[in-house]
């Protein structure tokens, strides 16, 4: 007996082509928002230093004219109170003084005229001195608030512009090495670098391999990550190289130093200059209060290099979607990218930069 033939025949063929006309517009529509979301990630990295820039512009104007503000509101709050009184004994929610105390109208609210206005026994109103006492807290309040905010604005580390510079431990270099400087006083919850005992090609490897892993499972997800350079370059070569991404830290060292300096930075090109400037400063006031000839050449020539901005930068920490991570990794210029986990907070990791001459 052979099969009965389709009823519809069209319909299933017809069908078969809407499926795959609304799979082809699926992943149109998936392509388009990936692309999409590249761009304003790429949109944000540039406009970030432009931000920065218009804070350090912006800010020291906002702190004069909020201290204008604060002033003014506190020269005020006792004529505020004065109205507000006022206003109570015209609802009659006050009584208004009588003539035998001799107090006139206008002076109620004013020093020494509430308490003549007081009664026979010469005891302030009670809802009088309550209403006084509720205006001159709401306004002294505020000004507090708006005190205590632009105090806090003004002492955030970074706010004013200039560099944080400040040494760190480089990597532990396999088979003994330069000197390390003092670790920093805090102890961060997460260390991104080379630990104690890792080979330098183990370290590597192991770097490459986690960061192919984030970017598959999540390519379009911001990390915070060490890009450890193949050399050593200028503060003006390592901005070329990192000019399309947002650079929070730079790390320097001229080379048998022993000593190793982070800046933590926001304009990426003017604050690693002064960085380098400030560590030359440094080096230079060294020299000069030390007795050992050594110790005393060491630091000269330190300060001579610094000063010169010389090719002393060899890592920075960016911040940027792992996809791009990956293109920079491709980068000869760069020896390894090590990212952070996803959605860590940079105040809370430690970055050991792995520099060129450690092998």
């Not at 370059?233 to 991404?245: I, V």
Request: glycine content about 10%; aromatic content about 4%.
């Amino acid at each position: 007996m052979s099969p009965l033939p389709p009823r519809f025949p069209g319909r299933s063929a017809a069908r078969e082509v809407v499926g795959a006309a609304r799979q082809a517009g699926i992943r149109a529509a998936v392509e388009v928002a990936t692309a999409g979301g590249a761009r304003l990630a790429r949109a944000a990295d540039h406009a970030g230093p432009l931000l920065d820039q218009l804070d350090d512009t912006l800010l020291p104007a906002t702190g004069d004219a909020l201290e204008v503000v604060a002033g003014g509101a506190a020269a005020t709050s006792r004529a505020v109170a004065t109205r507000l009184l006022r206003l109570a004994v015209r609802v009659r929610l006050l009584s208004s003084p009588s003539p035998a105390d001799g107090v006139p109208y206008a002076t109620l609210g004013t020093g020494g005229g509430v308490a003549a206005a007081s009664g026979p026994a010469g005891v302030m109103p009670v809802g009088r001195a309550m209403l006084e006492r509720g205006a001159r807290i709401a306004v002294l309040g505020l000004v507090a608030m708006i005190v205590l905010s632009t105090a806090a604005a003004l002492l955030l580390p970074g706010v004013s512009g200039q560099p944080v510079v400040e040494p760190v431990t480089s990597g532990p270099p396999p088979g003994g090495g330069r000197a390390a400087a003092p670790p920093p006083a805090f102890t961060p919850s997460v260390t991104i670098g080379p630990f104690a005992g890792d080979s330098t090609a183990a370290y590597i490897g192991i770097a490459d391999r986690e960061l192919t892993q984030q970017a598959q499972a999540a390519p379009d997800a911001e990390l915070l990550a060490v890009v450890d350079l193949s050399g050593f370059r200028s503060p003006q070569a390592l901005h070329a190289l990192l000019s399309d991404y947002r650079v929070t830290q730079v790390f320097f060292t001229v080379p048998g130093s022993g000593g190793v300096y982070q800046a933590a930075v926001r304009d990426p090109l003017a604050d690693v200059l002064a960085a380098f400037d400030a560590q030359a400063a440094g080096a230079a006031g060294r020299a000069a209060t030390t007795a050992d000839a050594a110790t005393r050449r060491r630091d000269q020539s330190e300060a001579t290099a610094l000063r010169a901005h010389c090719d002393c930068a060899f890592a920075a920490v960016i911040r940027t979607p792992a996809v791009r991570l990956i293109e920079l990794r491709a980068n000869p210029a760069v020896r390894v990218i090590d990212a952070a986990p996803p959605g860590a907070v940079e105040s809370t990791v430690r970055f050991i930069p792995l520099a060129p001459d450690q092998q």
